[in-house]
């Protein structure tokens, strides 16, 4: 079966960290710019941060900039998210998905999302 | 790196179309012919059902369509069907940063 499968998730104090990780199962994804996307409960789709097919380029939405670091490891078929210094409003699914070869090439396959709860 | 503006809400009876705008920059969607869509039912992932502005990716119903003129794109829903209620996004490649749209919800009434 194709998909991406994201995990790491749950309830973390405002301040705290989580690393999230997405696997690959059934689709490569080198050759592929890799990005995360977050939604907040009954929000809006949000881009997070995105990576090159190498890793070489690394770009994040001005919120998370500096607490956030996007990652991944070809070879394991899988994508990271290091989140620190979290916020209440870092609460959402996180998403991950898959882009084209190029960072402007649409997206094809998208993880169910992992839920990040901040919260006291 | 502003949310691209979208209206919150669109609806149409069954048969007719409906037309969801996408504003953003001369930064963003004035820049680039790199404009998305996606569909989002609720509980369930998006979709991309545009892509590059005008493409449709295999499978997507020839009813949707999208256009760009200057820092504003736009979706059309043809021949409304009830399956088409959903959240409805823009999304624009900017250069060093990708952008979503604020999100349009169509009812089918």
């Known amino acids: 079966e194709v998909q991406l499968v994201e995990s790491g998730g749950g309830l973390v104090q405002p301040g705290g960290s989580l690393r999230l990780s997405c696997a690959a199962s059934g689709l490569t994804l080198s050759g592929h710019w890799m990005h995360w996307v977050r939604q907040a409960p009954g929000k809006g789709l949000v881009w997070v941060s995105r990576?090159?097919?190498?890793?070489?380029?690394?770009s994040y939405t001005d919120s998370v900039k500096g607490r956030f670091t996007i990652s991944r490891d070809n070879a394991k078929k899988t994508l990271y998210l290091q989140m620190n210094s979290l916020r209440a409003e870092d609460t959402a699914v996180y998403y991950c998905v898959r882009g084209g070869e190029y960072s402007y090439k649409p997206t094809d396959y998208w993880g169910q999302g992992t839920l990040v709860t901040v919260s006291s | 790196q502003s949310a691209l503006t979208q209206p919150p809400s669109a609806s149409g009876s069954p048969g007719q179309s409906v037309t969801i705008s996408c504003t953003g920059t001369?930064?963003?969607?004035?820049?680039?012919?790199?404009v998305s869509w996606y569909q989002q039912h609720p509980g369930k992932t998006p979709e991309l059902i545009i892509y590059?502005?005008?493409e449709r990716p295999s499978g997507v119903p020839d009813r949707f369509s999208g256009s760009k003129s200057g820092n504003t794109a736009s979706l059309t829903v043809s021949g409304l069907q009830v399956e088409d209620e959903a959240d409805y996004y823009c999304y624009s490649h900017a250069g060093t940063y990708n952008v979503f749209g604020t999100g349009t919800k169509v009812t089918v009434l």
């Open positions: 990576i090159s097919n190498d890793g070489s380029s690394r």
């Open positions: 001369s930064s963003d969607v004035g820049a680039y012919n790199y």
């Open positions: 590059e502005v005008t």
